[in-house]
């Protein structure tokens, strides 16, 4: 088992930023995908960025493109979502995930099957 706790979440105006922590502990070694999702209420779930830790490669949704940056430190099994220029349309509840990839060093949405808590992300215009 893997377990995933997030922090860092807020309420922010549009045009701010903010930094999303995800610790993992437990079976990490299992896990080489991690990643942020997103949902909004009446909305579904959506992959927000993913990192492979095995190398770095990244994945970024197109609506956050350019302004977010997700990165880890592998030695304290943590990933960093820090989100700039945030947008009305970021608020949602953000979930931390782990996995690992099924194919090569891409994280695919299917490859997750760890999720934290979440944390609750507004961002008022």
């Known amino acids: 088992q893997v377990q995933l706790v997030e922090s860092g979440g807020g309420s922010v105006q549009a045009g701010g930023s903010l930094r999303l922590s995800c610790a993992a502990s437990?079976?990490?070694?299992?896990?080489?995908?991690m990643g942020w999702f997103r949902q909004a209420p009446g909305k579904e779930r959506e992959g927000v960025a993913a990192i492979y830790t095995g190398g770095g490669t990244t994945y970024f949704a197109d609506s956050v493109k350019g302004r977010f940056i997700i990165s880890r430190d592998n030695a304290k099994n943590t990933v960093f979502l820090q989100m700039f220029s945030l947008r009305p349309e970021d608020t949602a509840m953000y979930y931390c995930?782990?996995?690992?990839?099924?194919?090569?060093?891409?994280?695919?949405?299917?490859?997750?099957?760890?999720w934290g808590q979440g944390t609750q992300v507004t961002v008022s215009s």
């Open positions: 437990g079976y990490t070694y299992s896990t080489n995908c």
């Open positions: 995930a782990a996995g690992a990839a099924s194919m090569g060093a891409f994280c695919y949405p299917e490859d997750f099957g760890y």
